[in-house]
């Protein structure tokens, strides 16, 4: 069994701290994962961890095979999974190094195997996703946020698209139209295919950048997107430590 299962985004790609570290890749009826699984103990608790564009960052957002590693991290007994995105910020309260915790998806990817039951062995099925982000794990992640003392954003629409390039100017405004509060490319269809594996997730978010027009600059510099990522992402363990012991 795993306490928590964490997959990893741009910019975190192992999980600092962990003890009785041990490497595993279980097959899947669906491929490969990202990379291998890194399991270990944290405060007697156990942790996975996976790197979802792998330790390299060499899979591209609509390449990842999401199928596989969320049931390669079901087969080794995640019963909780928290998704790491990093984002870009549409809302005026969510600029570069906030993080948040939504808990609405709009999806705008296309091209991208959305199911278990696609026709190859799955059996189709149409899951209720009316709330896409279990009600519990966001509860916990939030509380958990609390007690390390570190500001988070409670709620919020993802808006996913597919990428691996950033969006124009046009198409933010239209997400924003359509109530989205983030931007980010990798959080479908994730979460979809954790709740077909009836499997809670949740998805902590890193905002990274303003999305395109949403900030003063003309353009998004790389250098910009991962200095603050860093800087996001050094809140993550303290939050996971804490989910971890508070259950
Ligand atoms: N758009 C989409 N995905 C992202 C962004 C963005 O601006 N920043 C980080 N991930």
């Known amino acids: 069994m795993i306490d928590l299962a964490l997959i990893g985004g741009t910019g975190l790609y192992k999980f600092p701290g962990l003890a009785d570290v041990e490497e595993v890749r279980p097959g899947t009826a669906w491929g490969e994962t990202s990379d291998v699984i890194v399991r270990g103990r944290l405060g007697g608790r156990s942790l996975a961890f996976l790197a979802r564009h792998g330790c390299a960052h060499d899979i591209a957002p609509h390449q990842v095979n ?38 609405q998806i709009i999806d705008y990817t296309h091209g991208r195997i959305t ?24 509860r916990d992640l939030l509380g958990a946020a609390q007690r390390a003392s570190v500001p988070i954003v409670d709620g919020g629409c993802y808006g996913a698209t597919q990428g691996p390039r950033l969006e124009t100017r046009a198409e933010i405004a239209r997400m924003r139209r359509d109530g989205c509060d983030l931007v980010g490319m990798t959080g479908m269809p994730e979460a979809a295919l954790a709740r077909e594996l009836g499997v809670e997730y949740a998805c902590l978010a890193l905002v990274a950048n303003w999305a395109a027009g949403c900030g003063d600059e003309a353009e998004i510099s790389l250098e910009e997107i991962y200095a603050n990522l860093e800087h996001a992402t050094a809140q993550v363990p303290p939050i996971v430590r804490e989910l971890l012991s508070g259950r």
């Open 66 to 103: 999401y199928r596989a590693n969320l049931a390669a991290l079901k087969a080794l007994g995640a019963a909780r999974i928290v998704g790491v995105n990093a984002v870009g910020g549409i809302r005026d309260d969510m600029g570069p190094r906030v993080l948040a915790v939504p808990d």
């Open 115 to 138: 199911s278990f039951g696609d026709g190859t062995g799955g059996a189709v099925t149409h899951i209720d996703f009316s709330e896409p982000y279990s009600p519990g794990l966001r």
